[in-house]
């Protein structure tokens, strides 16, 4: 599956959070600590000259994202939270700390990811009925590991928040439309569905889009997709991708950031599904 190349960022990215005091020590890995020691000294050079920094935009998206998360779950949207290409990412850990019995958090991978995944969240004792990490599929339309599964082992009657942190651009055009068909429509049958992830657009020209992405294409073995030339065209796939309302946030409107080194960069995809009125409480 083309999401297996995904891995070698997921490690460098879960050192990230760690390095930066957002995650736990268990959820390091030594493949991410090697490729964080690599980059980290052109990347510190590019952000003390003003060019882009990837690793002060990654702690942007993450913080962006966590703050549309927390807002969803506060305000009663959503209980329910499935995390798509989880990697090491803190997020579980966190938000079940955080809620504990007041959502459901689920995290899901590829096999292998999974159970690297679920053997750390053991050690460190996350694990519950309330905090899990399932094997996934996420460009399969059926079968135990798809998304329609999982979403299906859900409790109907609350609300169910999406997030694809990191995925997007490693899928082809085709394989992102079907991604985001497949989560519509899982998410319609929800009191309330929410969809939440970062998006890099064409129309994005900067030195961390430029040069970053053919690094980025290196690291995984493939190419990284810029799908759509701007925000009107990216709403429109999600539209008719079947979300019934969408909004691209810029990331330091939420975080409340200076837009340098590479934040202002960071665009938040926040979308939408409404149940069918038959099946609506």
Do not use: C
Not at 24 to 33: D, F, I, P, Q, S
Not at 68 to 88: N, Y
């Amino acid at each position: 599956m083309a999401s297996d190349r995904i891995s070698p960022t997921a490690h460098y990215t879960g050192y990230v959070w760690a390095h930066n005091g957002l995650s736990h020590k268990a959820l390091e890995t030594l493949e991410g600590r090697l490729m964080f020691n690599t980059l980290a000294l052109p990347d510190r050079v590019s952000g003390l000259l003003g060019g882009p920094s990837l690793n002060s935009y990654l702690l942007t998206r993450h913080a962006a994202l966590d703050l549309r998360l927390t807002a969803a779950i506060d305000s009663g949207v959503v209980s329910q939270v499935v995390e798509v290409a989880a990697g090491m990412s803190p997020r579980g850990w966190r938000f079940a700390s955080r809620y504990g019995s007041a959502i459901t958090y689920i995290e899901a991978d590829l096999p292998a990811m999974a159970a690297r995944k679920r053997g750390r969240l053991q050690q460190i004792g996350s694990l519950s009925e309330y905090h899990q990490v399932l094997d996934v599929d996420a460009l399969s339309d059926q079968g135990d590991a798809s998304l329609a599964a999982i979403l299906g082992g859900l409790d109907l009657q609350r609300g169910v928040a999406v997030i694809t942190e990191g995925l997007i651009n490693y899928l082809s055009p085709e394989l992102l439309v079907g991604l985001w068909a497949r989560i519509a429509r899982g998410l319609r049958r929800f009191p309330n569905g929410l969809y939440l992830s970062e998006i890099h657009l064409k129309s994005d020209d900067n030195l961390l889009v430029t040069l970053g992405m053919p690094v980025l294409s290196a690291f995984v073995g493939g190419w990284v997709h810029l799908h759509f030339d701007g925000p009107g065209e990216t709403l429109a796939a999600l539209a008719a991708a079947g979300f019934d309302s969408s909004q691209l946030h810029q990331g330091v409107s939420l975080t409340g950031e200076s837009p340098r080194s590479g934040r202002g960069l960071v665009r938040i995809i926040e979308a939408s599904t409404i149940p069918p009125a038959s099946t609506q409480p």
